[in-house]
């Protein structure tokens, strides 16, 4: 797992979420506040993640399971960590806001499509059905 990488991936996945998010309020506070929108923006930070967590664990990188689980536990407390700093800075609010029951729902759909981004992106070696396991034990007189 190279930290470097995982930053930078986590990064541009957390700018693009957030830059998504604020332009999906902007079109829904302009169009009368449509559901559909909201809806949107809602989905956002999944879809953004799942996208990103696919390309930063494609083949070559992160390669057994458990490394991408690491990664994505990382992945989501710098995300706990980047709501925190936005809500401080940006927001002017307390940073213990990030820990309310609607953040952990939150924060659990990016879970899940890390996790699912970490499956999507194994290589997983196809079985053929031609591909039979070989003996080691030499064949017996007439079995050949």
Request: net charge positive; proline share 5%; aromatic share 16%.
């Amino acid at each position: 797992m190279r930290l470097i990488r995982l930053f930078i991936f986590w990064f541009l996945a957390f700018v693009t979420s957030y830059g998504i998010n604020i332009l999906m309020v902007l079109v829904w506070s302009a169009l009368g506040n449509n559901n559909f929108i909201l809806l949107v923006g809602m989905m956002n930070a999944p879809i953004v993640y799942l996208l990103f967590g696919w390309l930063y664990f494609r083949p070559g990188f992160a390669i057994k399971f458990s490394a991408r689980i690491k990664s994505t536990i990382i992945w989501i407390v710098l995300d706990f960590v980047g709501g925190m700093l936005i809500l401080e800075l940006f927001s002017g609010l307390d940073y213990t806001n990030m820990f309310s029951p609607i953040s952990f729902l939150i924060e659990t759909t990016n879970l899940l499509a890390l996790l699912l981004a970490g499956y999507l992106s194994l290589q997983l070696t196809p079985h053929s059905a031609t591909t039979l396991p070989q003996s080691s034990v030499p064949p017996r007189q007439g079995q050949a």
